[in-house]
């Protein structure tokens, strides 16, 4: 058993059985045995992201912060909030491009990068102490209570947010706790532990089949509840895995989305090692719309990761995608890095990008247009 097992195990014998939620929580965030609470090294060993491909990626979402400043009327200060900045790497990506190609944005700009784990944001304030010590950025637990003007995005972290698992059973909704059998852990149906649970369900019109597995991600749905009720005027900005409702709960995920991943193995194993392996549910757009719409966040639309980039770069004939004084191989490592975040196979059509926003008169975001 991994520690976070015994604890777990100590914790059911003593109280009952947990919802999913409650051990997906400990599983991805226990301060000392959470899957995240670990040196960022191991992730690795585990998965990518768009972010490890190079730094592409943060150049093209800077161009459209960019577009986004210039929408708003270049504020004298605009806020750029990432969510779960991890150790820092994409807030280097985007500052550096912004300090030496967008000058005018990065004279208006505040970064603040928001991340949850001590260890990494000791790591993210390591990386970007240069940019730290010209107040052009900050490290910060939470996101700021008031954004006045700016965007707040994210890239892989509302996957990972805990959510509460269910079963339509006998033409009725219940809830799946994990308990103990011996010594493993198992899944027990029953009463659902809160009604916001069918709220959820019944908001979006959905009525699962019987036997369907599904998850009710109510911890997103605060989430962009609290950004939309913070945010004064600007942008959400979304990057995940996921779908629209009417897709993410048809016939083909009758068995939920819920995977852990290890050493870039899906499974649908969720309590062989907890605190050990990533675990994450696909991300319904469609829920984050309509809680977003519920606080004034409009919905601007949805595209995958591969129409977002192509947008961006095609402008410049993707000129981001080289530094000055680049060979031939190096400018084909380059392309190939490109590739990798666009093409279908790779993670081009596997992500999808949501953007909201709120207080803005006119918005035509280059991201949207039609290639």
Same mark, same amino acid.
């Given at each position: 058993?991994?520690p976070?097992?015994?604890l777990?195990?100590?914790r059911?014998?003593r109280?009952?059985?947990i919802?999913?939620?409650e051990?997906?929580?400990e599983?991805?965030?226990h @301060?000392l045995?959470?899957?995240?609470?670990?040196?960022e090294a191991r992730?690795?060993l585990?998965?990518?992201?768009?972010?490890?491909?190079?730094? $592409?990626f943060?150049r093209?979402l800077a161009r459209?912060f960019?577009?986004?400043?210039? *929408?708003?009327?270049r504020p004298?200060?605009?806020?750029?909030?990432?969510?779960?900045?991890?150790?820092?790497?994409?807030?280097?990506h985007?500052?550096?491009f912004?300090e030496?190609?967008?000058?005018?944005?990065?004279?208006?700009?505040?970064? $603040?990068?928001?991340?949850?784990s @001590?260890?990494?944001?000791?790591?993210?304030?390591a990386? *970007?102490?240069?940019? $730290?010590e010209?107040?052009?950025?900050?490290?910060?637990?939470e996101? @700021?209570?008031?954004i006045?003007?700016?965007?707040?995005?994210?890239?892989?972290l509302?996957?990972?947010?805990?959510?509460?698992?269910?079963v339509?059973?006998?033409s009725?909704?219940?809830e799946?706790?994990?308990?103990?059998? +011996?010594?493993?852990f198992?899944?027990?149906?029953?009463? *659902?532990s809160?009604?916001?649970?069918?709220d959820?369900?019944?908001?979006?019109?959905?009525t699962l089949?019987? +036997?369907?597995?599904?998850e009710a991600?109510?911890?997103?749905?605060?989430?962009?509840?609290e950004?939309a009720?913070?945010?004064?005027?600007?942008?959400?900005?979304?990057i995940?895995?996921?779908?629209?409702?009417?897709?993410?709960f048809?016939e083909?995920?009758?068995?939920?989305?819920?995977?852990?991943?290890?050493?870039?193995?899906a499974?649908?194993?969720?309590?062989?090692?907890?605190?050990?392996?990533d675990?994450?549910?696909?991300v319904?757009f469609?829920a984050?719309?309509?809680w977003?719409?519920?606080?004034?966040l409009?919905?601007?639309g949805?595209?995958?990761?591969?129409?977002?980039?192509l947008a *961006?770069?095609?402008?410049?004939?993707f000129?981001?995608?080289?530094?000055e004084?680049?060979?031939?191989?190096?400018?084909a490592r380059?392309?190939?890095?490109?590739?990798t975040l666009?093409? @279908?196979e790779?993670?081009g059509?596997?992500?999808?990008?949501?953007?909201?926003?709120?207080?803005?008169?006119a918005?035509?975001?280059?991201c949207?247009?039609?290639?």
């Amino acid at each position: 058993m991994t520690p976070l097992a015994t604890l777990l195990a100590e914790r059911i014998r003593r109280f009952g059985p947990i919802t999913f939620a409650e051990y997906m929580r400990e599983c991805l965030y226990h @301060p000392l045995h959470g899957y995240y609470s670990r040196p960022e090294a191991r992730r690795y060993l585990d998965y990518f992201t768009s972010v490890d491909v190079g730094p $592409i990626f943060g150049r093209l979402l800077a161009r459209q912060f960019a577009e986004m400043w210039e *929408l708003l009327g270049r504020p004298a200060e605009f806020l750029l909030v990432e969510g779960a900045a991890g150790t820092g790497r994409l807030a280097a990506h985007i500052l550096e491009f912004c300090e030496t190609r967008l000058p005018e944005l990065f004279g208006a700009l505040t970064y $603040i990068a928001v991340e949850r784990s @001590p260890a990494r944001c000791e790591q993210l304030s390591a990386r *970007l102490s240069g940019f $730290i010590e010209a107040g052009k950025c900050r490290a910060r637990l939470e996101i @700021p209570r008031h954004i006045a003007a700016g965007c707040v995005f994210s890239n892989e972290l509302l996957d990972a947010l805990p959510v509460h698992r269910v079963v339509q059973q006998d033409s009725a909704l219940r809830e799946l706790f994990v308990t103990r059998q +011996g010594e493993s852990f198992t899944e027990l149906s029953t009463p *659902l532990s809160t009604c916001a649970i069918a709220d959820y369900f019944a908001a979006q019109q959905i009525t699962l089949k019987e +036997g369907q597995i599904a998850e009710a991600g109510l911890e997103t749905c605060d989430w962009i509840t609290e950004v939309a009720r913070r945010l004064g005027r600007g942008f959400v900005v979304t990057i995940d895995y996921g779908h629209e409702a009417a897709e993410l709960f048809d016939e083909h995920h009758m068995a939920g989305t819920v995977l852990s991943y290890a050493r870039h193995q899906a499974s649908d194993d969720l309590y062989s090692a907890p605190g050990e392996q990533d675990l994450s549910a696909h991300v319904n757009f469609t829920a984050l719309q309509q809680w977003g719409a519920r606080q004034g966040l409009q919905p601007l639309g949805v595209v995958s990761q591969t129409s977002f980039l192509l947008a *961006l770069g095609k402008g410049n004939d993707f000129a981001d995608l080289y530094d000055e004084g680049m060979d031939e191989a190096a400018r084909a490592r380059a392309r190939l890095q490109l590739k990798t975040l666009i093409y @279908p196979e790779g993670m081009g059509e596997r992500f999808q990008v949501l953007v909201q926003q709120k207080g803005v008169a006119a918005t035509q975001l280059t991201c949207f247009t039609q290639l």
